[in-house]
């Protein structure tokens, strides 16, 4: 997120320019790191980096790593060999890992063996877990507590340890292997008697997410129990690492951004990062790329709107009136439809419906659309009479109950079935439904229409 | 966030039926209060009374604000006064501000005096902020300390004060009127030497919220600078508050939902509640209610297109071919502008986007549209040759850019004239664009067709 509108990025471009470390170093460190990638992103890369280079580097890695991905990849490139090691091994543990993951081939190779071997190991371990799992959004900087440890050493321990963790506010109590036994939070730390064993005062029952468990899980389990930090294990028991809550939110954020474009029918296969780039920077065939996979196949699904059509195209050239409600009625098939797949995406994505409660839903719908149709149906009877007379009307009333009955079912249950299916279930887009509502409210409404109007038709059609 | 097909709640009602204290007690204590609220809430209110009742006071008002708001009301609504006041007493400040707002007028009148003063206070203080504002989020259970403490003073004096407050990991250093001077973390005081003067090592420069700001900007920037906690200050600079990252995240999700509904044309005037009700627990007329305003709207929208069509009658009998390409142009422009709109939606709903970026995006929108408008021009030109010979095909292409052109760039714009008018951008839905185009869509085609055609219609139509 960031403020390109900024006055202070013409103050920052005019220290700049006078090529002074002090005035920069100064502007930098009375700021949050946030504020600075702020600043920084409306910059060049080269402008970039000279900012950063007057900074001290803890301070440094910080900033980079409030970046986006894309610019944090194009500063590294511009760097040699050695300032990427230096930066590297500054960064928290995630951060480095999803930069490296993000790395060209090549560089990783040439950066890797340079690495310290800790930091190597670190993030090779990290970034080989697949992108979306917990795996890839845990960080290794967490504070450990051995049972035996009394609260007043587990303190001094979490004391020196302070500077290198992602946090000190829960620790996790292991044994030798790095199995985890406990929690301690450093409240609990600090409110119990400092002669007391860690292993007394721990909670063993400690809420823990698998490496391979979805990202989207986790954050549903962190929000659920209000956690700062949930502890990672591997097949093992063993702790492998932890995911924040400020990772989590980033998560939830994306993941509803994902969501937000799959109902609009916009791809993210094309570039999956879409859902991460600022409006203002997305290129023009990223987007086109993204947008026009779904538009194509939408257009050939309403060519059979537009056959359904034309197998009609008799009876519309007999009562040309019918063709006034035609928008009218699908539409309305349409948007119940859009209605419905809209409330059980965000229902199904948020846990307030489960994939097993698709029957109890169906039955809910069905009233729901049911009221809704009829309430529908005798406001378009009004037009209908009033346009063109009580037989049409009646069409067009019937009609509006079943396309909204359609409408309503199909946007309801395609959700669940993409997701039984294992597919996203956000993939159910309003113009999807619209299409499929289009061509089922078509039928239906020359159905209709043929079985009530037809002797009318006949007689009025006959050439 | 319920989990109904727990097999736990079967037990749960054997140790009701047995009416025995103690292994009520001990199924209880030894879980998340996050998880009791989960059972308890697939009891009836009468049985979720009983079970909270065996469980000790502050560990009972926990549970209570996990359950879900008409829940925590249907169960103190069946409690006598004196129950009501212990449970309030006992609850975090922030969940019972909240619980108190939903409360009938009577109840809340008759329990207001039985508080003690402070809670009477702070209830009164708290429930006063309008919904969606900091005030309304926050909690007065925030941890100060004074500028002269010592390190080790206000470690000691976070330890007495830690059972009562939210959070005792960020702490608000203030002046004697409880103005706020800075920030320590409980990492800095652990970190720094006994001795010192909380006022040398407290950071001056708070990120900080104003009572009346609104709840998404108060998440989008405890989100910026990955904060715990936020404190929330007066027009006089005098702390009132915090804001904790867990309700934040609560407010994250909402927030997403009724941008959600909102795209999906669900209307959350008629009940604001609908974005935080399991959709299990969701009421038949509720659901009604919500969905019914935008669908009978959009069918008089509608009725627009059918005159559209009405109006082009005469051309359609002449060339009936062209309803064949109706749908499929129309939809066309409909899918482009939802996408074009649910980018935007969520781009300021983010930050990625801002008001003022409008035109600079309506550049970008103009090509990213023309290069689609183009490519499905091209695709349907194909189906146009096939089906209805050259001229129609051109015209049919030609359209399809218009149509596209013209979706997008309502779809893209309304969400900005929207937040320009001070109103929420997602009500521009994918439904609502999609009856915009159709109209333009419509009238679109036919000028297009009339124009080109002209000669071909009057000639085949003269009957």
Chains 1, 2 share one sequence.
């Not at 450990?144 to 004391?159: D, F, W």
């Not at 299916?421 to 209709?448: C, E, H, K, N, Q």
Request: glycine letters at 6%.
């Amino acid at each position: 997120m960031k403020d390109k509108n900024s006055s202070i990025v013409p103050e920052l471009r005019e220290i700049l320019a006078t090529g002074d470390s002090k005035p920069l170093r100064d502007f930098c460190e009375s700021r949050h790191p946030a504020v600075i990638a702020e600043f920084i992103s409306a910059l060049s890369s080269q402008e970039a980096w000279t900012v950063l280079r007057h900074v001290n580097t803890p301070f440094r890695s910080e900033i980079l790593g409030y970046l986006d991905e894309d610019l944090q990849v194009e500063i590294v490139e511009s760097l040699s060999r050695e300032e990427i090691v230096l930066l590297l091994a500054d960064m928290s543990s995630d951060d480095r890992a999803h930069l490296f993951k993000q790395l060209p081939k090549k560089l990783r190779e040439s950066v890797l063996p340079a690495l310290a071997r800790a930091e190597r190991e670190d993030v090779r371990c990290l970034s080989a877990y697949r992108e979306g799992t917990a795996g890839a959004v845990m960080t290794s900087d967490y504070a450990t507590l051995s049972p035996q440890l009394t609260v007043y050493q587990a303190i001094e321990h979490l004391r020196e340890a302070a500077p290198d963790k992602e946090t000190i506010y829960y620790a996790y109590v292991v044994d030798e292997g790095r199995k985890l036994l406990g929690f301690v939070s450093l409240k609990d730390l600090i409110v119990a008697r400092r002669d007391t064993r860690v292993g007394d005062i721990m909670n063993p029952k400690v809420i823990f997410a698998r490496v391979e468990d979805d990202q989207e899980d986790v954050a549903r389990k962190m929000q659920k129990y209000d956690l700062i930090a949930l502890p990672v294990l591997n097949g093992g028991e063993v702790i492998v690492g932890i995911v924040t809550f400020d990772d989590i939110q980033d998560v939830m954020v994306d993941e509803a951004t994902e969501d937000f474009h799959g109902m609009g029918a916009i791809s993210n296969k094309a570039h999956p990062g879409l859902a991460n780039i600022d409006m203002r920077d997305a290129g023009i065939l990223l987007l086109v790329q993204n947008r026009l996979p779904w538009l194509l196949l939408l257009v050939f699904m309403n060519v059979f709107s537009g056959a359904a059509i034309a197998h009609f195209e008799d009876m519309i050239q007999a009562a040309v009136a019918l063709v006034f409600f035609l928008p009218l009625l699908v539409d309305s098939g349409g948007n119940a439809g859009s209605q419905a797949a809209t409330l059980m995406v965000r229902a199904l994505a948020t846990g307030r419906a489960k994939l097993s409660d698709w029957f109890l839903l169906l039955g809910k719908e069905v009233l729901v659309a049911g009221l809704l149709g009829l309430s529908m149906g005798a406001a378009v009877s009004l037009v209908g009479v009033f346009r063109a007379g009580p037989e049409i009307a009646l069409v067009v009333s019937i009609t509006m109950v079943c396309t909204v009955l359609f409408g309503s079912l199909v946007g309801m249950s395609l959700p669940f079935l993409l997701s039984k299916l294992r597919m996203d279930p956000a993939t159910a887009s309003a113009p999807l439904i619209t299409s499929v509502a289009d061509i089922g409210g078509i039928l239906i409404y020359f159905s209709i229409a043929t079985y009530a109007l037809g002797d009318m038709i006949r007689a009025a059609g006959a050439p």
